[in-house]
């Protein structure tokens, strides 16, 4: 959550295309608020919310990879503050692709532990 909230107000890569401006902040705004959402459900331990944040995480996978299809290198480049080279943007969208399967995958075995069949949050 404090990951998406501090992208507020930088360019916002999202399904191949870079926003900025006030597309940027509105995204960074929802998925903060996103973020948030899954964070208090995983507390509250509601069962809604393991198969959202699965879902989140899938949708974030594929979203990544949609980015580094699209989006040119030289605008990865542009945006970036320090230089990175194009193998090692490769290289970190698969590591946290394994990382975020791997989660989704310990939600899975873990999801009967999410008892509170509550649709609401409060």
């Known amino acids: 959550m404090l990951m998406a909230f501090s992208n507020y107000g930088a360019p916002f890569p999202f399904l191949g295309v870079i926003y900025e401006g006030g597309a940027a902040k509105a995204l960074a705004f929802a998925d903060s608020l ?47 503050v320090v230089a990175v080279s194009e193998d090692d943007l490769r290289f970190n969208t698969l590591f946290v692709t394994v990382i975020l399967v ?4 310990y939600l899975f075995r873990i999801r009967r532990q999410f008892d509170n069949r509550s649709l609401y949050l409060f």
């Open 102 to 105: 791997l989660l989704n995958l």
């Open 34 to 80: 996103i973020s948030l959402y899954l964070l208090i459900g995983v507390l509250k331990r509601q069962q809604l919310t393991v198969w959202l944040l699965m879902a989140y995480n899938l949708f974030d996978i594929c979203n990544a990879w949609i980015n580094l299809a699209i989006i040119p290198f030289d605008e990865y480049a542009r945006l970036a």
